[in-house]
C-alpha cells in the first residue's frame, strides 16, 4: 500500500527541496540595496494614512467567516450537478440514458443541503449577523 504512494512523496519532496533551493538562491546571491523608498508600505501609489496595526472590527471577521460558509455552498454545487445523473438512477448509466428505475433521490438530496444552507441564513440574519443597517 506503502509502495502506492512513492511517487507522490517523492514528487512532494522534490517540489519542497526546489523551492527550499532557490529560495536560498535568492537570499544569499540577490542583490540587497535597501533604501526608504522600497522599505516603505506600498498602498496603490498612495501615501499610507494611519497605521498599519489597525484593530477591525468583529464584525468584520464575522461577514469574512459568514461570506465564505455561504460560498462554500457553490462549490457544493458543482460536483452535485456533475452526478446527478448517476445520483438519481437505481440502474446503470449509459451515456446520458438511465437504464434502470429513475428516483428523486439526487433532487432531495440537494433540497436537504440547500434547506440546511437556507434556515442557517435566515438564522444568521435574524441574528442581525448581516444585512444593511
Known amino acids: 500500500m506503502s509502495v502506492d504512494y512513492a511517487p507522490t512523496l517523492v514528487a512532494i519532496l522534490f517540489g519542497i527541496g526546489f523551492s527550499c ?15 526608504p523608498e522600497k522599505l516603505s508600505p506600498f498602498e496603490c501609489g498612495s501615501d499610507p494614512i494611519g497605521s498599519p496595526r489597525v484593530r477591525f472590527s468583529v ?15 457553490s462549490a ?20 446520458t440514458q438511465c437504464l434502470g428505475t429513475v428516483t428523486a433521490f439526487g433532487f432531495v438530496e440537494m433540497l ?9 441564513l435566515a438564522y444568521v440574519w435574524r441574528k442581525r449577523a448581516i444585512g444593511w443597517g
Open 59 to 73: 464584525k468584520f471577521y464575522q461577514v469574512a467567516i459568514l461570506f465564505l460558509i455561504f460560498d462554500i455552498e
Open 112 to 120: 436537504v443541503f440547500i434547506g440546511t444552507l437556507v434556515v442557517a
Open 21 to 35: 533551493f532557490f529560495m536560498a538562491l535568492a537570499v544569499f546571491l540577490g542583490p540587497k540595496r535597501p533604501d
Open 76 to 95: 457544493f454545487l458543482y460536483p452535485w450537478a456533475a452526478l446527478y445523473r448517476r445520483l438519481s438512477c437505481l440502474g446503470t448509466v449509459s451515456g
